[in-house]
């Protein structure tokens, strides 16, 4: 069964870091690509940063400079290290991951998991 489980979120002041986690199971986690994404209140879900089996990073502008996505692959986790944080970065952060998985044929797969909270205030 595949399970991706997020961990870390809390509250932080304006300012600070905090470090998600996300732990998966289930699939061949060295060869997908994962993913953060964030849900504010009455707004879209909306990318935050990548990482590909290969390590390779992307970012939305927004958090380039500020988060870093890095991943273990010898204990199947993906992490998000979040530095100054502000109050617009409250939000659910979801862990994702895209790859495929291989039978008689390719197929792509997309897993998410629960999702996190963070919450930036004083």
Known sequence: QVQLVESGGGLVQPGGSLRLSCAASGFTFSTYAMSWYRQ?????REFVALITSASNTNYADSM???????????????YL???SLKPEDTAVYYCNGKGFKYGS????QDYWGQGTQVTVSS
Do not use: H, L, W
């Not at 504010?40 to 879209?44: C, D, F, S, V, Y």
């Not at 380039?64 to 993906?78: C, M």
């Not at 044929?105 to 792509?108: D, E, Q, V």
């Open 40 to 44: 504010a209140p009455g707004k879209e």
């Open 105 to 108: 044929g390719r197929y792509p």
């Open 81 to 83: 290290q979040m530095n």
């Open 64 to 78: 380039k400079g500020r988060f870093t996505i890095s991943r273990d692959n010898a204990k199947n986790t993906v």
